[in-house]
């Protein structure tokens, strides 16, 4: 996945080297520094300390990490592939993804004789990559007729407010809540794109702002507190974001601040929309605020920032070193704030009557 020199996914399977690469996103922007995942212990930090993250990357990553447990252990069989699987499933709590594609890989391979599943683990983690990029792909094209009604309706640029980071880094290629703006961007719409910083990990600023610089695409950094301020000023057209784990009732998990963003989008009458592949829904959950599991992260990510200074990247403590710190991962929106989920299959409402006519097939599933 290397076109002159610079990746353009954020995992691959390198055959020269038999090794699985990934960006680590924790250099990003000022550094893009390639890691290999060369033992199940790699793919699961790489996963906690989110050298890789967003939903679908982290599903992506989990199935290649189960190759990975095959692939160092030879010819694997039941009880330690469960061990591994188990391990791997672990690693973070919130995003639905990862146990999905970990879920998946052990029911292919239990049914794939010891010999054959180190092939069978790679040739699937390759297929769940595809598969998610594609997805992204076709959420692109459904949203994109969102930004060009905008734009039809008004002069000057289509501006979207978006949250975190849920772009191509976060998701294989294209992005969820990148996807309709990469298209329509593409298609020569006037759009410019204000993206939250995303503290404490700043993965807007860092992440989302550095492809879209990439793309060429108009963009401005602001505080995350700011979103309100812009909407109260008509300054934003359309909120986007991503999702970790969506309900099957259309309550939605995503980086912590965007359930404020929502309660602004509501009371200034801007449309707000969540994209997502059907793999990112949890069928098995009705109640997002009292079943989906929020992580609570290092409070240190919280006390320091990060940044570049000196031809490298430091760490700097803000707070009173006294002062303890509290550090949420996420938070749930709730359906009743949503307006609509762009998804692979189409755009549907935030409920549950309207999830389950786009994916009858999917909504009478487990977890």
Request: with cysteine; charged share 20%; aromatic share 6%.
């Amino acid at each position: 996945m290397m076109k002159e020199g610079v990746p353009s996914r954020p995992i691959w399977f390198d055959p020269a080297s038999g090794k699985v690469r990934v960006i680590d996103q924790r250099q990003l922007p000022h550094q893009l520094v390639v890691m290999d995942l060369t033992s199940v212990a790699a793919v699961i930090e790489a996963i906690v300390e989110m050298a890789v993250r967003g939903a679908p990357l982290i599903g992506v990553t989990a199935a290649y990490g189960v190759y990975v447990a095959c692939q160092t252990a030879g010819d694997i069989d039941d009880v330690r592939l469960g061990a591994e699987c188990a391990r791997i499933r672990a690693a973070r709590p919130t995003a639905v993804n990862l146990a999905w594609a970990v879920d998946r890989a052990l029911e292919t391979l239990l049914g794939t004789p010891p010999a054959g599943r180190q092939a069978a683990a790679l040739a699937l983690a390759d297929k769940i990559a595809a598969e998610e990029a594609d997805n992204c792909r076709r959420i692109g094209r459904h949203g994109f007729p969102l930004i060009e009604t905008i734009a039809a309706k008004k002069s000057g640029p289509v501006n979207v407010l978006t949250h975190c980071n849920a772009g191509w880094l976060a998701c294989v290629e294209y992005g969820t809540a990148t996807a309709p703006i990469y298209a329509a961007f593409e298609a020569g719409i006037d759009i410019h794109v204000w993206v939250d910083e995303t503290r404490p990990l700043n993965q807007g600023a860092r992440l989302t702002a550095w492809e879209l610089a990439q793309r060429g695409v108009p963009h401005t950094v602001i505080t995350d507190n700011a979103g309100g301020h812009l909407m109260q000023h008509g300054m934003v057209d359309l909120v986007i974001v991503g999702t970790d784990r969506t309900t099957a009732t259309g309550d939605v998990a995503n980086k912590i601040g965007t359930y404020l963003k929502a309660l602004a989008a509501r009371d200034n009458g801007v449309p707000f929309y969540v994209a997502l592949p059907s793999s990112t829904f949890d069928w098995s959950l009705s109640d997002g605020i009292a079943q989906i599991p929020i992580e609570a992260r290092d409070p240190e990510e919280v006390r320091y920032v990060q940044g570049w200074a000196d031809g490298r990247i430091v760490r700097v403590l803000v707070p009173p070193a006294r002062s303890p710190a509290g550090n949420y991962a996420f938070d749930v929106t709730p359906a009743r704030l949503v307006t609509g989920f762009i998804t692979e299959r189409g755009i549907c409402g935030a409920s549950a009557g309207e999830i389950r006519k786009l994916f009858p097939d999917m909504s009478g599933r487990g977890g």
